[in-house]
């Protein structure tokens, strides 16, 4: 990783509890810091009940290393992990509304599509949808090829991504079930040294 002062885009990934407002407090956690979040995807996990937040922002390791503490210390969140573009494998959607009749007329567009891999998703006498996925330079590339051909809409998804180098958050929440009978050993270690625990 990069130096921790120098400022870079950062996916931070969030396991939850699916409990109402929990959104409303992480979301505080960042304007309290005054940071803008950048993206923000929510969508259910791999593991039933366990809702997964994807949120990208621009700042140092030292800033994103306090965020995900901060983060972690909410009672429903279960574990955060915070990784740079090349730590993880992430896409974005992105939808383009062009008027049907400059692509029946300009084969050249059709081309231009081919080549940036989008596909038509809805063909109407008035308009055309196409979608295509990527990182956001490819489909911003997009606007400005379509934009000459009369762009009437556009819209993109927030970033989804998976860690690359993760076993992935349901090993580590099997790992817990295991050791979860253990912590009574832990708890009542002292039982045999009372004097340990209850001088004042």
Avoid: C
């Avoid at 002062?5 to 509890?17: G, L, R």
């Avoid at 366990?50 to 621009?58: E, P, S, V, Y």
């Avoid at 762009?151 to 580590?172: H, M």
């Avoid at 050993?185 to 340990?196: A, G, W």
């Amino acid at each position: 990783m990069s130096n921790s002062t120098e400022q870079q885009e950062f996916t931070i990934t969030v396991y939850t509890e699916n409990q109402i407002g929990i959104l409303n407090r992480i979301a505080i956690i960042f304007s309290r810091r005054k940071i803008n979040i950048e993206s923000l995807n929510v969508s259910p996990s791999e593991i039933e009940h366990i809702h997964r937040f994807n949120i990208l922002i621009t700042e140092t390791e030292e800033v994103v290393r306090k965020l995900a503490r901060q983060i972690e210390k909410q009672v429903e969140v279960l574990k955060v992990y915070y990784n740079t573009n090349e730590d993880i494998i992430w896409q974005e959607l992105a939808l383009y509304k062009v008027p049907t009749e400059t692509i029946v007329e300009k084969v050249v567009v059709e081309r231009l599509l081919r080549e940036n891999g989008a596909r038509a998703v809805v063909i109407r006498k008035d308009y055309t949808v196409f979608e295509t996925t990527g990182h956001r330079q490819e489909t911003d590339k997009l606007i400005q090829v379509l934009q000459p051909y009369g762009l009437i809409e556009f819209v993109r998804s927030a970033r989804v991504a998976i860690i690359k180098d993760s076993e992935g958050f349901n090993s580590k929440l099997r790992e817990f079930e295991r050791m979860e009978p253990g912590q009574e050993v832990i708890e009542n270690e002292f039982l045999d040294q009372p004097k340990n625990v209850f001088t004042m």
